[in-house]
């Protein structure tokens, strides 16, 4: 800071009560709590989440099983997480001078986030946390690993990446401020710390990861062709990573068209800013359209949006399918509902340029709160959909073609 809280911007009322560092701390915490409940409820209901990951399995059956473990880590991050909660706002009492001087304590609650992700723990598997940190690097650069190393929770992870896009666009945000002498990492968030090059750049590489991994699918597909001299009757050809691969990409738009809004001038592209609104609320439809699709006809196998023979097949409910974990089909049903609400509301999230007023900053934390609530349903369906694809076989009418271009019997990432 420059050492005069009045020639900062106004904080609002929300940053006095959690800023930004918290509330990025807060949001991650929440994801592996949500974590816990899903390997939690999909262990209790039959559906080994482990094996389909190839996650380590436990050696001995007085171990704690991987949903507890997940909850001990959650506690070990949470406690922390609201001791120094506490403490900040004992010591601030809302008072914008003393929040920014206090900025160590929420930075320093960041480093044990780190740490306690990193270091041993007496009560967490250390094969667990090797063979999660191995994960985390090989998709940190868009590795996906082979079906029998664990590719499903390659992408599980990946995808869940794309969720905390806007997170990580903000942790990146708080640590600029935190290292520059001219802001408060608790101050009002700049949000053209460092530049106007890095945020945007940042929240695209969750995107990036799952195009490379999308791509490295298909060439893979195209190899395995190549040495059989024919197109497998089980992968296709491998349109469907294409085509995955072009939800990742839409992406993009949202991103760079909303980075253009945010220039001083945006005059200067060629472009008045209403057409760079109009713009960037097409790409917004489209990265929602496109994502819910996926969502349901791909990543769960819902037949939505299929042919109405499909749709109306007696064998079972409307728009469903005929091999289904869960028994209530409301449970289908509302899940479709919630994804298409919330992914519109997270494409317009993907957007810098709405975080330019600080009375959203409290809008904006409830959207990337929503944000974890739907990447939790999502993976309840997603992992239910893949045992059933495991342990029955899709059916011919489990997989939905997108056109001509996609094989019905495409492998579905």
């Known amino acids: 800071m420059d050492g005069d809280p009045a020639v900062e911007p106004q904080l609002d009322g929300f940053s006095r009560i959690l800023p930004l560092p918290y509330r990025v701390a807060l949001i991650i915490v929440m994801g592996i709590w949500a974590w816990g409940l899903n390997l939690h409820y999909l ?18 059956p007085h171990h704690p099983t991987h949903h507890l473990s997940c909850y001990r880590i959650a506690t070990f991050l949470t406690i922390p997480l609201f001791l120094s909660l506490f403490l900040f706002w004992t010591l601030t009492n ?31 598997s250390r094969n667990g946390r090797s063979r999660t940190l191995a994960i985390l690097k090989r998709i940190s650069i868009g590795g996906i690993a082979e079906a029998q190393d664990g590719k499903f929770g390659d992408i599980l992870l990946a995808d869940a990446l ?8 903000d942790l990146f945000i708080s640590l600029c401020m935190f290292f520059s002498s001219k802001h408060s990492s608790t101050g009002p968030p700049n949000r053209n710390c460092g530049g106007a090059f890095w945020v945007p750049f940042i929240i695209s590489i969750p995107s990036l990861i799952r195009l490379r991994q999308c791509l490295t699918e298909y060439f893979r597909v195209q190899k395995a062709n190549q040495r059989t001299g024919q197109i497998s009757p089980t992968t296709g050809w491998g349109g469907v990573h294409l085509a995955n691969a072009l939800k990742y990409s839409t992406a993009f ?5 909303s980075a253009l809004q945010r220039s001083p001038e945006p005059s200067k592209f060629g472009m008045s800013e209403a057409t760079l609104f109009r713009l960037w609320l097409t790409a917004v439809f489209v990265n929602s359209g496109y994502s819910f699709y996926w969502d349901v006809t791909r990543d769960w196998d819902l037949h939505v949006f299929a042919s109405k023979k499909e749709r109306d097949n007696p064998d079972y409910p409307w728009g469903l399918r005929r091999h289904r974990w869960f028994h209530a089909k409301e449970f289908y049903y509302a899940a479709i509902f919630v994804d298409a609400m919330l992914r519109c509301t997270w494409s317009f999230k993907l957007s810098p340029h709405l975080d330019h ?9 409830l959207m990337e709160a929503l944000e974890v609530l739907r990447r939790w349903i999502w993976i309840f369906f997603r992992v239910e959909c893949e045992w059933v694809r495991n342990h029955r076989g899709p059916s011919l009418d489990d997989n939905i073609m997108l056109g001509d271009m996609v094989n019905k019997y495409d492998e579905d990432d």
Not at 96 to 107: M, S, T, V
């Open 43 to 60: 262990s209790l209901i039959k559906i080994d989440v482990p094996s389909l990951i190839r996650y380590p399995s436990r050696s001995s």
């Open 94 to 124: 809302g008072s914008p001078k003393d929040i920014a001087a206090w900025e160590i304590l929420p930075n320093l609650y960041l480093l044990v986030l780190v740490v306690g992700f990193i270091v041993p723990l007496p009560f967490v």
């Open 162 to 169: 794309t969720s905390y896009a806007k997170v990580l666009g």
């Open 253 to 257: 738009p949202v991103i760079i068209l």
């Open 357 to 365: 007023f600080n009375d959203l900053e409290g809008g904006i934390f």
